[in-house]
């Protein structure tokens, strides 16, 4: 890992749900992967549900890290972060597929 991070003491950072301001319960922390490029960890908030998603990362400079908040359970994340990534050519088999179907009107008329 890069420069000796230390998830144990680091991970102490996430105090607080960011939604309703529970504590969080730092034993419930998953942690999701572990790579030199970082930790990957999940936590629930007990009292209100919200799931946050948070990749740290240690440099000379210091602790980087993000946070963004999902509806997905930690497997989900897990599952995503396991898929083969997309081709050139099915980026483009997409495009190709939404080019000239007036998507957005059809999505309009169903709502």
């Not at 930790?39 to 919200?50: P, Q």
């Not at 599952?79 to 957005?104: H, P, R, W, Y």
């Amino acid at each position: 890992m890069i420069n000796n991070f230390h998830p144990s003491q680091n991970l102490r950072l996430i105090k607080q749900c960011p939604i309703c301001n529970t504590d969080y319960v730092q034993s419930q922390m998953q942690v999701l992967d572990e790579s030199e490029f970082g930790v990957l960890t999940y936590i629930s908030c007990r009292a209100c549900g919200a799931n946050l998603l948070t990749k740290f990362a240690s440099f000379p400079q210091g602790l980087i890290g993000n946070a963004i908040l999902t509806d997905l359970e930690a497997q989900e994340v897990m599952d995503f972060a396991n898929m083969s990534e997309l081709t050139a050519d099915e980026v483009l088999e997409i495009q190709q597929n939404f080019m000239g179907k007036d998507i957005i009107n059809k999505i309009r008329k169903i709502n």
